[in-house]
């Protein structure tokens, strides 16, 4: 079974060198892309979840997405580089610092397994690498809990899944190089929610702090 997946993927690298590796074909983006460089305009910030794929989303080519995945597509609070290892606080920088883009997406979704953990009562009980990380978000769900009547779990996990994206570009404006690229280049910072179940994508306001959907 294992092997059977693996030949597949083997087969979609197959397909994908006949598309972008031509022989004797000098105009080809990957030609580009290795002689020239990579200059995304925009770093994505997604999930690690297998259904969430920004590149498969969006039809983006390579070259595109300057791309860091995470649990549940969290943005760190800047803290002090020498202690403990950053590796979203290390992509950020580079994509803002080296690589300049333009934009900043952050995109979450619905039935995160990230945010259902968060969500769980006692979820910090148990330590685990999930747990810590996902104490990131913990505002977000003290958020959700007060506001909240007693509402079904997919409920609540969905408002925390929307409001852990407003935690996340809160604490992107806290990397000192975040903040001063929007004031001086107009870098935007931008929270998407993308709802698997019915295919929508909703896109958040941080003047209102509502999301409103995109009619794309
Ligand atoms: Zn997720």
Redesign the pocket.
Known sequence: MTHKSIYRLMAGFRRFREKYFQENDDHSIYHRLSSAGQTPKTLMIG???SR?DPAIMTGAEPGELFMVRN???LVPPCEPSAVGFHGTSSAIEFAVQNLKVENIIILG?SQ????RALMQPNQEATPSFISQWMSIAHEAREQVLKNSEVLDEATLCRQAEMESLKVSIRNLRTFPFVQKAVDERDLHLIGIYFDLERGHLWEYDEKSQQFHQLHI
């Open positions: 999930c690690s979840d969430v649990v549940a597509n979704h995160c397994g990230g945010i």
